[in-house]
């Protein structure tokens, strides 16, 4: 494997390295106003996950502006003993969200979609990645595979889906795919955009068609009634 380029940076020197797109930045994981943006380097897509949520619930991938739950704190960990998909130089994270403290997991014995989420609490072995350099990232610049440490399984972003839907993680045996390469982006505050509505604006409960196409035509009108600002996404 190849061990990626690790820089330590405070907040008052992260804005230095915005146009460097070798960094890695490792943060203490108890500072809600910084996180990396992990993006997807075929699809585009950058995780989220979501708070008041658990599990395999509010984890995916969207495009468009950043909110504030797809910031990520990677905090160094130690390898799982025994693990065969960490060598002995490798590095372990607890990819951590910024905002709502849930943690990156692929359970071993499943695939695609299947028992990928973020818990918090307790730290479970499946919660540890390893970062492996891809050299063919599409563009002049460093992308990664994000690979489990116990199961190793390799995250992905499917193009053409949104949310919730095509994240998961392939298993080792299977080929690597363009959408499992990911680029780690450093995101200021300032880049971030919060939502100009909450759930209660949108009184989903009023309605009785809860379908996908129904819920987004309900958001997009109450956008334009708030004359929102930024996108669906």
Not at 100 to 122: N, P
Request: proline content about 2%.
């Amino acid at each position: 494997t190849h061990k990626p380029f690790i820089m330590k940076l405070s907040t008052t020197t992260t804005a230095l390295f915005l146009s460097t797109a070798s960094v890695v930045v490792v943060v203490n994981g108890d500072d809600t106003n910084t996180g990396l943006g992990i993006t997807n380097a075929h699809s585009g897509r950058r995780l989220y996950a979501q708070s008041n949520k658990a599990w395999e619930r509010g984890v995916g991938a969207g495009v468009g502006t950043f909110y504030s739950d797809q910031r990520w704190n990677f905090v160094e960990s130690d390898c799982p003993t025994g693990s065969e998909f960490a060598e002995e130089d490798d590095t372990c994270y607890l990819i951590t969200n910024a905002v709502s403290g849930r943690r990156l997991y692929a359970q071993s014995g499943k695939e695609w979609e299947s028992g990928v989420g973020a818990g918090v609490g307790t730290v479970y072995n499946d919660q540890n990645w390893i970062l492996q350099e891809e050299d063919d990232c599409g563009i002049d610049e460093r992308c990664f595979l994000i690979v489990n440490a116990v199961s190793g399984r390799r995250l992905y972003a499917q193009a053409g889906k949104h949310w919730e839907r095509g994240v998961g993680a392939g298993a080792p045996d299977t080929p690597i795919y363009d959408d499992q390469k990911w680029f780690i982006d450093v995101i200021l505050p300032g880049d971030l955009v919060e939502a100009c509505l909450t759930l209660e604006d949108l009184n989903l409960d009023a309605t009785e068609d809860c379908t996908v196409d129904a819920i987004e035509t309900l958001v997009l009108q109450q956008m334009d009634r708030a004359r929102c600002s930024h996108s669906l996404e």
